[in-house]
């Protein structure tokens, strides 16, 4: 699995139709109809760790191609 920022995961969301819902600190929620809304961390210049990249790939129903 590639390394992602919490940026990049959050840019690919928005290109996949989720909205973002509120930042509250560093984490950003986001959510899309039929499906529960996910919260990303995004702390600047980190990669997501490849546990939680793939927790929010598979709730988010997006792909290792779609980042």
Same mark, same amino acid.
């Given at each position: 699995m590639? =390394?992602?920022t +919490?940026?990049e995961?959050?840019r690919?969301?928005?290109?996949?139709g989720w909205? !973002?819902?509120?930042?509250?600190g560093?984490?950003q929620?986001? =959510?899309k109809s +039929?499906?529960?809304?996910?919260?990303?961390?995004?702390?600047?210049g980190?990669? !997501?760790?490849k546990g939680?990249?793939?927790?929010?790939?598979?709730q988010?129903?997006?792909?290792?191609?779609?980042l």
């Amino acid at each position: 699995m590639k =390394s992602v920022t +919490g940026a990049e995961l959050c840019r690919a969301l928005a290109r996949n139709g989720w909205q !973002l819902v509120r930042t509250r600190g560093s984490h950003q929620t986001w =959510s899309k109809s +039929g499906h529960t809304s996910v919260t990303v961390p995004v702390h600047k210049g980190q990669d !997501l760790k490849k546990g939680l990249l793939a927790t929010l790939l598979k709730q988010t129903g997006l792909g290792e191609s779609d980042l």
